[in-house]
Nanobody, 124 residues
Framework: QVQLVESGGGVVQDGGSLRLSCAFA????????MGWFRQAPGEEREFVAA????????TYSDSVKGRFTISRDNAKNTVYLQMNSLKPEDTAVYYC?????????????????WGQGTQVTVSS
């Protein structure tokens, strides 16, 4: 059984930064691809970023490319999302997800386990 717990959300001003963390509980973290998704009120959940099992490959949505960085520490069973140059349109609940394939996933259907989410609010 896999459990994911996000932390690090909050309120930040336009142009600010936040770092989200996702703690993975379960077996063999390093065999999972990991991702971040977000969902704004009234919107569908959308892909933000993903990382493969080793951290050697990453992918980002066009809307966050160049501003967000996903990383992982397999020794700490944790995945991170560093968010810089935040904009009001980044406001959403951010979800961590685990894919039981070690490869790089980018769609909701590829991910098997989800956290409860953490709220990020960017004020203008």
């Amino acid at each position: 059984q896999v459990q994911l717990v996000e932390s690090g959300g909050g309120v930040v001003q336009d142009g600010g930064s936040l770092r989200l963390s996702c703690a993975f509980a379960g077996r063999a973290f390093s065999s999972y691809g990991m991702g971040w998704f977000r969902q704004a009120p009234g919107e569908e959940r959308e892909f933000v970023a993903a990382i493969n099992w080793s951290g050697s490959s990453t992918t980002y949505s066009d809307s966050v490319k160049g501003r967000f960085t996903i990383s992982r520490d397999n020794a700490k069973n944790t995945v991170y999302l560093q968010m810089n140059s935040l904009k009001p349109e980044d406001t959403a609940v951010y979800y961590c997800a685990a894919d039981d394939s070690p490869a790089l996933g980018a769609t909701l259907q590829e991910f098997d386990y989800w956290g409860q989410g953490t709220q990020v609010t960017v004020s203008s």
